[in-house]
């Protein structure tokens, strides 16, 4: 820089120090310090609370003092002194000066030629410099004052040497709170923050009183540490000197007790700071998200707004994050429309919480046209919208997304990459992620850990154990993530016994199982019915603490209904104390799936009063209940919240209208449901063709069939079941032996047990028993109940006693214990009157020990269905059952 010359005795130079072009020989003081620089502390006692709730610091003894480390090469400084200077003239650093030597200097113009160095060098950082500085001051045995020696202490802060920063700081003789801040600042700068607040107690001891940058920089120090103990105490300091209303320090505060989790004592620090800035404000917000409290985010927005301060886009990032977790669509809107007022639309960050927001609203569609706004979209861009359309079930298009990704020539990182990996587990296309697999090796990403973990679960899930296998086998390092990746692919039928094996590989391993861990070994255990392992399970979820964890207690009752452990199940659902909409439709399901509808009703009841809002799956799940208890009123009422939250064309919700009209006997109003349909799929039409032949309309299930086949649907075996039985209600047995043959021979469907039985019942209610013979033999059908059950039937209803004893004998070797075959021939034997039969028969029932089970029926009282047995009188509500009954009767 050109400039004129030192003027003598008046102005000081201008320095402006360049890293890049200073190079001087070291001057280290104790560098050899370990792994880190540890402040030397004082050798009394701290006596101030804070030490109390520190651990203490060992003291490390410098090898000798900064002093006479300072002598040792204070002797060729001068040498040294006027190369610095010149090197800085000759780069226009500093203004041009003459010789150092021929400058007549007193002691005081010396030193503040001295001051202004020190001052650049702890501006630029350069610690040589300053420790030459320091060297010939030493040398010369001059006395400068307090602010010289501040700045000597903050070149060494600044300069990274602790030690001697700490040792001149002993050696000063007044240390005031600039002195004190800048060495515990530098401390916590470089991640010592125990060792700062330690010296700032000792600071406190020495009688310095902290001024707000002091305070700053202890807060941040505990914001590091997050010992609820050392906040409390520091908050208590800052109340006794009075910057308790301070902006700054309050903001510090109210980040502090936020990072704490104590959102109560962070609301009530930000209350009574004296000038609330968009910081502490930010602080607040900050503070609720991480304890996931988002409407009280979205509260403090509004009232945010309403003050017009001028907030930024950390404001609308924390807000964006808020309306995406709940949901909140016109909040997201709202939030984008300031974005794009402010200008910070296409900010990289803010982009990516719009795309997000817009995801979780469901609305992918309106991300992928604010991602067609942006001009040259960076990787972030593309992989958010590449997970938005995964997470919305659009994993074809996020497929899309990538190819055109790639032809723009913007390389994949490792969020990508797994996002789209993801997709490809969604739609189960194991090639596409060996595809993508190649490209992680194409790109060096093959060792990321999520990357791994991705493709171990993309190959587990889609049947590729083997690759799954390779995969995590050549992680270097495995994570309890990766466990969990291995453990989801052992979840059908075939693998499932896997699960446990792994999961006592993955505790030997030393590896502490977490709640996905626990999710997967216990779907593990439902598959494959061991309810054993599966106890052992809870015992470890009782041991670790996660009982109250709803996705887990969801994950146990799962596990208890499908091993038909009932009553454990009612006591995980009982002691769960947060039970989400998942849980509520878990729960629901499997009282469904175990033939208990009243108790399924019930907690649809249960879940509306607790708020939840149901979705498809759950309204679906609810109107099977419907069906299985025919309760049409309910059914009526469920029909009527699917019309009101606009899912009435949900092909899920269609299918299980339809089935619990055709249940209840209404299948008119099941028909209309079915023809209102635009999109019919395979299950639809199952449904209403079941519904029609259980209607006894044969005419028309094989109408309906007719038609579901000129549309192009195929058939599978649940149609099959529907057909034949509308062709025994209607005693059609060519028409029935015609589409028995058929599912093999055109269609590639290999008959069941039940398509079997559907044959037997054909002919039996034909009365054609001869025939029935031959086709059981034929096919080798001697050994199923449920053929000789169907016989028993049609044997009663025909009169048939000889094939009705062969029946009933057949049936006491393959089932001894159920009591409705024994009932069946009984009154078989006294529709003949053949009453000598009969006792015979209540005498071998009685000889094994079977009982007739009581009949068992429901009303619906109070909006609750109540299941209730013949002679049973305990019953909660047999009062208004038997009122009902007595009303009926009349």
Request: glycine share 6%.
């Amino acid at each position: 820089m050109n400039g004129n010359a030192f003027k003598k005795g008046s102005e000081k130079p201008i320095i402006q120090f360049s890293l890049s072009l200073l190079f001087f020989g070291s001057m280290d003081c104790n560098r050899s310090l370990g792994t880190s620089f540890l402040c030397r502390l004082s050798r009394k006692p701290c006596s101030v609370s804070f030490a109390t709730a520190i651990a203490a610091i060992p003291y490390v003894k410098p090898s000798s003092s900064l002093s006479d480390s300072m002598e040792k090469s204070a002797a060729c400084f001068d040498g040294r002194f006027q190369n610095i200077l010149k090197k800085l003239s000759n780069h226009n650093i500093l203004k041009p000066v003459p010789s150092i030597a021929n400058v007549n200097l007193d002691s005081n113009k010396r030193l503040g030629l001295y001051s202004e160095v020190l001052r650049s060098c702890a501006l630029k950082r350069c610690l040589n410099e300053g420790k030459a500085v320091h060297g010939q001051v030493i040398k010369n045995g001059m006395d400068p004052d307090s602010h010289f020696w501040r700045l000597v202490v903050e070149v060494y802060v600044k300069g990274g040497s602790l030690q001697c920063a700490r040792q001149v700081l002993d050696e000063m003789r007044e240390r005031d709170v600039v002195s004190w801040t800048a060495l515990v600042e530098g401390l916590i700068d470089k991640g010592y923050s125990r060792d700062g607040i330690r010296l700032y107690s000792e600071m406190r001891k020495d009688g310095v009183r902290p001024n707000e940058q002091t305070l700053m920089s202890v807060l941040k120090g505990c914001s590091e540490c997050l010992e609820l103990d050392i906040v409390s105490q520091l908050h208590a300091e800052v109340i006794k000197i009075g910057f308790f209303s301070d902006m700054f320090v309050g903001s510090a505060l109210v980040d502090l007790y936020s990072k704490c989790g104590e959102m109560e004592l962070a609301s009530m620090v930000f209350f009574y700071i004296s000038e609330k800035s968009v910081a502490s404000w930010n602080a607040l917000l900050d503070g609720y998200a991480q304890i996931g409290d988002w409407e009280e985010i979205l509260k403090l927005f509004s009232a945010i707004s309403k003050l017009e301060l001028k907030y930024g886009k950390f404001t609308l990032l924390t807000v964006l994050k808020s309306c995406a977790r709940l949901g909140n669509l016109r909040g997201g809107q709202a939030v984008h429309a300031l974005a794009t007022k402010m200008g910070s639309e296409l900010d990289k960050f803010l982009i990516c919480c719009i795309l997000n927001m817009y995801s979780k609203c469901g609305l992918p569609d309106y991300a992928l046209k604010v991602f067609e706004r942006i001009k040259n979209p960076k990787i972030v861009a593309w992989s958010t919208m590449i997970n938005c359309l995964d997470q919305q079930g659009q994993s074809q298009e996020a497929t899309e997304m990538f190819c055109l990704m790639r032809r723009t020539d913007v390389t994949p990182n490792e969020y990508t990459l797994t996002s789209i990996i993801s997709a490809a587990t969604s739609l189960g296309n194991w090639k596409y992620g060996e595809s993508i697999h190649a490209c992680a090796y194409k790109y060096g990403l093959k060792s990321d850990n999520f990357i791994s973990s991705a493709l171990v679960t993309m190959y587990m899930k889609t049947g590729c154990v083997h690759n799954g296998w390779q995969v995590f086998n050549t992680m270097n390092v495995r994570d309890i993530a990766s466990w969990n990746a291995l453990l989801s692919g052992f979840h059908d039928d075939k693998t499932s016994d896997q699960g446990p094996r792994i999961f006592k590989e993955l505790l030997v391993g030393g590896f502490k199982p977490d709640i996905y861990t626990f999710i997967s070994i216990l779907k593990s255990c439902s598959n494959i019915l061991d309810v054993d392992f599966g106890k052992q399970i809870h015992a470890h979820i009782i041991k670790d603490g996660l009982c109250s964890n709803s996705s887990i207690g969801t994950a146990l009752i799962d596990m208890y209904f499908k091993c038909y452990y009932l009553e454990d199940a009612d006591i995980i659902l009982n002691e769960l104390t947060e039970r989400d909409l998942l849980t509520w439709t878990v729960i629901i399901s499997s009282y469904v799936q175990t033939n208990q509808g009243e108790k399924a009703v019930k907690c649809f009841s249960q879940l509306q009063r607790e708020g939840l809002k149901p979705n498809a799956y759950t309204l679906s799940c609810c109107l099977s209940g419907c069906s299985s208890l025919a309760l049409l009123d309910s059914g009526r009422q469920l029909h009527s919240m699917v019309i009101k939250s606009g899912l009435s064309s949900n092909v899920y919700i269609a299918t299980a209208l339809v089935d619990m009209y055709g249940q209840c006997r209404h299948i008119e109003d099941a028909e209309a449901i079915f023809k209102s349909m635009t999109y019919r799929n395979a299950v639809l039409w199952n449904t209403i063709i079941c519904g029609y032949s259980l209607n006894g309309q044969g005419k028309e299930a094989l109408e309906a069939f007719r038609i579901m086949l000129d549309e192009g649907v195929l058939p599978d075996e649940i149609t099959f079941i529907g057909v034949l039985s509308a062709c025994s209600h209607m005693g059609l047995i060519e028409e029935g032996e015609k589409h028995f043959n058929s599912m093999s021979k055109d269609y590639g469907i290999t008959p069941s047990i039940e398509h079997y039985a559907c044959m037997v019942n054909i002919l039996s209610r034909a009365g054609k028993f001869s025939e029935v013979q031959s086709f059981v033999e034929k096919w080798e059908l001697t050994q199923n109940a449920l053929i000789w059950e169907t016989i028993l039937w049609a044997s009663k209803m025909h009169g048939n006693v000889e094939v009705g004893e062969r029946a009933a004998e057949k049936l006491f070797e393959l089932e001894t214990d159920i009591d409705y075959n024994y009932v069946m021939l009984s009154h078989i034997f006294a529709a003949k009157g053949r009453w000598d039969d009969v006792v015979k028969v209540r005498t071998l029932m009685s000889n094994l020990g079977i009982t007739k089970e009581p009949a068992c029926s429901w009303l619906v009282i109070d909006a609750q269905a109540h299941k209730f047995f013949a002679h049973d009188m305990s019953h909660p509500k047999i009062k208004e059952i038997c009122l009902y009954l007595e009303g009926m009767a009349r």
